[in-house]
């Protein structure tokens, strides 16, 4: 595997940077980002591109997220340490590694299959621990639930109403939601029984969340 150096840590030193210009505020997001080695995610072409503010692909039609887009989501759903938190789309494994790295316990859901065995051995190697599921997101985990929070990684062109039942009163979904050819960044809160507040934090491209598994 890869090693962290020291030119890799400098790299990420600059790319926290580049968050903090951009708007990223909560030291925990950012701790993570700092400590957590990217370029080990990545296909090794795409190594010397792992700390540029971009999002690149990592195989089965998917992509490792910009980093940005991470830490934007991460400090939405704002998880404290110990909460439950469900992944919907466990992709490359970083967004669980950052929400590991936050003290979370994270439980994380991929269809793909060859990214699902890839993930599998890659995040022990490295130091992180979450529970990995093979199935289809829209269902969630309900065995496990309630949650904390939920953070979907992918386009969904509606709120599946299982996520929702999912959530502790109190607890946020973090979705991208399908609007044209891009997605409005939504954070459904679950504030009753029945209850539940929706607000809008700006646009962003995700690839789409499908159904089934793969």
């Not at 296909?43 to 830490?71: C, H, L, M, R, W």
């Not at 065995?143 to 607890?171: C, E, H, M, R, S």
């Not at 399908?178 to 459904?188: A, E, L």
């Amino acid at each position: 595997m890869e090693q962290d150096t020291l030119q890799h840590k400098g790299m990420r030193k600059r790319l926290v940077e580049t968050l903090i210009q951009k708007g990223i505020s909560k030291p925990q997001v950012l701790d993570a980002i700092g400590k957590i080695p990217r370029h080990l995610f990545m296909e090794s072409s795409f190594i010397k591109f792992a700390y540029k503010d971009n999002a690149f692909p990592i195989g089965a039609g998917q992509t490792i997220s910009q980093p940005f887009t991470v830490a934007f989501q991460t400090q939405l759903l704002n998880p404290g340490n110990g909460d439950k938190i469900l992944e919907i789309g466990t992709g490359s494994g970083y967004q669980a590694a950052v929400l590991l790295e936050m003290g979370a316990q994270v439980f994380t859901i991929e269809r793909q299959q060859e990214l699902y065995i890839k993930v599998q051995q890659l995040l022990p190697q490295i130091g992180y621990f979450p529970r990995f599921f093979f199935g289809d997101g829209y269902k969630g985990l309900p065995t496990y639930g309630p949650f904390d929070g939920i953070l979907v990684t992918a386009g969904a062109p509606y709120v599946p109403d299982d996520l929702k039942q999912q959530l502790k009163i109190g607890g946020r979904l973090v979705i991208p939601l399908t609007q044209g050819d891009s997605q409005i960044m939504t954070v459904i809160t679950r504030s009753g029984e029945n209850d539940f507040e929706m607000h809008e934090h700006g646009r962003f491209s995700f690839v789409p969340l499908l159904k089934g598994t793969q």
